[in-house]
């Protein structure tokens, strides 16, 4: 592999990705637009579409970085609803916080940080949850489904946004140059960072595809899990319910 990232010791996994997200937080945002000419956004608004979401929901972003899915949720939950923004990493957390409380967010998100394989939070407590290009960070996938899993509520829904498997081949070529080209190069260029792009290319090639992902949700003890690709399957969503 590029970057040797499939061969490193779990502890060493957990290290890698602090230093990741703690070296591109601040510019975070920028690169998310640059990098994708701006289309997470459309991946995002499809996300809160599907998501139900309506005045007086509990929701939890997780991995939810600098808090683009937080703030969009925030205006529809309302005063009666919360939305708890949370991350691993105290980096992203901050520049999510301030960005938040600078555009004037409501005063019904909690900004906590966690680790999304056991999280901190009584079991049946959400209405949605989402995770939105985390999972593939997450070491331990099938721990954090089901943490994820027994924190809804029965009835809620879960919802993975995530790099995925297109089956054009190609658009899986054009992808692969950009993501290991283009991409540290952008990576380098304007975060004087390449390394860390690198790693996000590497990452995405190492996720679970669709069927593989639809099957682990499954197995956490989610029903009604289906899938919808965008960007002819470079981005699908997931979603499972808690029965
Ligand atoms: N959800 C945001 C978005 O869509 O713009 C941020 C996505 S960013 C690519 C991935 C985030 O996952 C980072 O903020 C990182 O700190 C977080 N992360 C990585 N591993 C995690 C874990 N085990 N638990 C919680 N968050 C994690």
New binding site residues.
């Given amino acids: 592999t590029h970057f040797g990232f499939s061969e490193v010791p779990v502890d060493e996994k ?1 290290k890698r ?2 230093d990741v ?1 703690h070296s591109v ?1 601040g510019k ?1 945002d920028l690169m ?1 637009d640059l990098m994708s000419g701006g289309v ?1 956004r459309l991946w ?1 608004r499809i996300t809160i579409e599907r998501s139900g979401a309506r005045p007086g929901h509990t929701i939890l ?9 937080t703030k969009k949720f925030s205006r529809i939950v309302g005063r009666d609803g919360k939305v708890i923004l ?4 105290d980096s ?2 901050k520049v999510g916080r301030d960005k938040l409380i600078d555009s004037g967010t409501a005063g019904n998100v909690e900004y906590i940080q ?4 056991c999280l901190p939070f009584a079991d049946n407590t959400f209405d949605i949850i ?5 999972l593939r ?3 331990d996938k099938d721990a ?1 489904l089901k943490s994820m899993h027994r924190v809804l509520k029965p009835g809620g829904k879960l919802m993975v ?1 995530e790099f995925s498997k297109t089956n054009n081949p190609v658009l899986s070529k054009l992808y692969d140059v950009y993501s290991f080209n283009i991409l540290p190069q952008m990576g380098k260029l304007i975060a004087n960072d390449a390394e860390s792009y690198r790693y ?1 290319a590497e990452s995405i090639r190492m996720h679970p595809d669709q069927e593989t992902l639809k099957d682990m949700m499954k197995t956490a003890g989610l029903v009604n899990c289906h899938y919808e690709n965008m960007t002819g399957g470079v981005v699908a969503l997931h979603t499972g319910i808690k029965p």
Avoid: Q, R, S
């Fill in positions: 957990v990705v602090a997200f937080a975070y998310n997470h995002k972003d997780i991995a939810g970085g600098t808090g683009d899915l949370a991350d691993i990493n992203m957390l966690a680790n999304a394989e989402t995770i939105a290009f985390g960070n997450v070491t954090a946004l996000l």
